[in-house]
């Protein structure tokens, strides 16, 4: 684990410097000509943890958001004419400009069923 290191002359932060001449690497202070040999060879340490698989947005109660545009679109589930609307957040392109529907009776998520199988996004099973 890497650890701040002090300078033993001026108390100022010692910084990681390569030094040329002994080859290797030291912890060198930028106020005065003090150095020490870095035991330790790690500087820094960045532990990614990202998830690759996208999660779906959270879509209850969205048919009861007042912010949210209503359309008459039929849910492909139960048949009401009755569904809020909004456009996907991400900036994959492949979901650009496409519309997603919840219908404001069973909560099931759809995209427009118009739209051609190549273009057209599956949605999460509602759950």
Do not use: W
Request: net charge negative; charged share 25%; hydrophobic share 30%.
């Amino acid at each position: 684990m890497a650890s701040l290191h002090f300078c033993s002359e001026c108390n100022n932060l010692l910084y990681p410097k390569a030094d040329q001449q002994r080859r290797i690497m030291v912890y060198a202070c930028r106020i005065c000509a003090y150095d020490e040999l870095g035991e330790n060879k790690c500087v820094y340490r960045n532990d990614l943890l990202t998830v690759t698989q996208e999660q779906v947005g959270v879509t209850t109660d969205l048919g009861t958001d007042p912010t949210l545009a209503h359309s008459n679109i039929p849910c492909p589930k139960c048949g009401h004419e009755d569904a809020v609307l909004y456009q996907d957040q991400s900036k994959r392109k492949a979901t650009r400009m496409i519309l997603f529907y919840v219908c404001v009776k069973c909560n099931h998520s759809f995209t427009d069923p118009s739209l051609s199988s190549d273009v057209r996004v599956e949605t999460a099973p509602d759950g």
